[in-house]
């Protein structure tokens, strides 16, 4: 008998390790199995991934895929975390944000946030938002002591911050127990807005603070605005970059030491539901300010500050109960990415102001994951992953790329001004629109199983946004179009628009295509009727004339198609269909008019069905 030695995991200890062409020859078998005959290198690049900034993500990772050493949290890099002890002590600092006009309503959303969980206060200030004169009124009955503030005032962030000062001293606020920050942010403002501002007052607030206020940041840095008009991971992580440089060079010739200048930097960043990317961008982002203090002559001041935002660009209109699994995913992204902050907005954000359901779950989100899944109990949990450390070193170099872009077109200002900014921007989103357009980039609810019979989310209307600079781009926009058309002529006429699914053969044939054909129609609105369950040359003109539809769409198997569609389209035809759709991959059928398949724009196919059934 064997006697295996006692190391507590010797079970498979007398078998060889497994190469790494060894895997790639299985998944040559695999690939093959699906009509692509690739091998060695090709194999493994055929399952990669394609990202933005050129960027892939690969099936495997291994040791092989280097990475520079992270060091330790609260040490240069500082890519696993600013402090020492991370999130590990008390969690993430949940803040919420709260941006009603009524002063009253502020209070109360204000103290029950308070009151359940979050820890610290994100107050909208300015035209659309809290008046400034409404800021006592929606303090009134916070420790403003024990809870953060973090204004968001864009260009009145100086009266915003002096009403702040003046309650600080009216309720006897010890000025080392203020905490939070000024959100003064003139280039951000610039970036929304379109409209500059003077960035003395931001100097003059931040010499302030220096002197007299020693937890409290004068500038943030949001990112925001480049990740809502479409930018990459790596461009809000250049433009962020771009734009703290541009303060730390008016801080510092304002008198501040280079620590000073970057101990009133607040940065702020976008958390989305890819939780990978999320989580590699955070400490990405903090390797770069670790980089640029480094040049500096402060290696040890480029401890980041870092508020994450869930993404706004990845809410949805319809089924926004969706939302609340985006915002967990990227909440979990910007806590394990070592955010210092972490804002959920509301599954309903992009309907209009939250109901106070929305605000529970929003805050709760947080809670679960600190109280029930323990995710801060662990220190940068994602260290060590091969694919986040090599995904985490990939985008720092692009976003040092698009910051270097930015600083020889003259700086953040110039770039902003030139319209260079806007026009990179602008190029990234429209190679994400064909994506969502061809679904390659799924959006549950909406381009994919949307449910036409949900009723509707109401909310109150919200105040309108800046606008005037950058432009604000939702995933969804291009399907809201769609389905915006289908609702008006459903509250015209009575009835949405219809396409009528003859289904050929039995079920084994065309039920896979039928969903498909299904799924792709209904994200724009378009009611599939399915009924009969099959149909041939003989039935399909009854059954389309019964289903009320104007268009119809051929759904079976390849080789059904051969025996059948040509014949099936023509009666089809014949009983009134204005358009015959196949699906499947186009192929010689003359009394077929188009084609849908995977990977076909489905936002074009779908708004010039509506134009043909003459729904506006």
Known sequence: MTVLPDDGLSLAAEFPDATHEQWQRLVEGVLRKSGKDVSGPAAEEALSTALEDGLSTRPLYTAREAAPDAGYPGFAPFVRGGTAAGSAAAGWDVRQRHAATD??????????????????????????????????????????????????????FEPAAREL???????????????????????????????????????????LCRQEYPNLRALTVDALPYHEAGGSAGQELGAS???????????????????AACAQLEFRYAATADQFLTIAKLRAARRLWARVAEVCGAPDAGAQ????????VMMSRRDPWVNMLRTTVACLGAGVGGAD??????????????????????????????EESHLAKVIDPAGG?????????????????????????????????????????????????????KRREPITGVSEFPNLTERPVEREAPPAE????????????????????????????????????????????HTARASF????????????????????????????????????????????????????AEVLKSAGAQRVFLAGRPAEYPAVDAYVFAGCDAVSVLSSTLDHMGVA
Request: charged share 20%; hydrophobic share 45%; proline share 4%.
């Open 385 to 437: 992953s091969w694919y986040v450390e090599r995904l985490t070193d990939e985008l720092a170099h692009a976003g040092w790329e698009f910051f270097q872009e930015i600083e020889r077109a003259g700086g953040q200002a110039a770039a902003l001004r030139s319209g260079q900014i806007g026009e990179r921007l602008a190029a990234t989103w429209a190679k994400r629109s064909e994506k969502l357009a």
């Open 517 to 568: 054909a299904s799924n792709l129609f209904q994200a724009g609105g378009i009611e599939a009727v399915h009924d009969p369950a099959t149909v041939d040359a003989t039935t399909a003109a009854e059954a389309f004339k019964a289903s009320g539809a104007t268009v119809a769409c051929l759904c079976s198997s390849d080789a059904l198609y051969e025996e059948q569609a040509e014949a099936v």
């Open 305 to 312: 500050r870092q508020h994450a935002v869930t993404s706004p």
């Open 341 to 370: 902050s972490v804002t959920v907005l509301p599954f309903d954000h992009s309907l209009g102001l939250p109901d106070a359901f929305a605000r529970r779950i929003a805050r709760n989100t947080s809670t679960i994951l600190l």
């Open 103 to 156: 002063p009253a309503a502020s209070n109360e959303t204000v103290l029950a946030d308070l009151e359940n969980g979050v820890t610290s206060l994100w107050l909208g200030v300015g035209p659309g938002a809290l008046p400034v004169s409404g800021i006592e009124r929606a303090l009134e009955g916070v420790f403003l002591d024990l809870a953060p503030v973090a204004m968001d005032a864009g260009a009145e």
């Open 466 to 509: 800046a606008t005037g600079g950058l432009p604000r781009v939702r995933r969804d926009e291009a399907y809201e179009v769609l389905r915006s058309r289908s609702d008006a002529h459903l509250a015209s006429t009575g009835a949405r628009p219809r396409v009528f699914l003859a289904a050929l053969g039995p079920a084994a044939a």
């Open 165 to 207: 000062f003046r309650l600080y001293e009216e309720r006897g606020i010890p000025k080392d127990s203020a905490h939070g920050t000024l959100g003064a942010d003139p280039l951000g403002h610039e970036a929304r807005t379109g409209a500059r501002l003077d960035t003395a007052a931001a100097i003059e607030l931040a010499r």
């Open 241 to 259: 970059l771009a734009t703290a440089v541009a303060y730390l060079r008016e801080l510092t010739e304002a008198g501040l030491t280079v620590e």
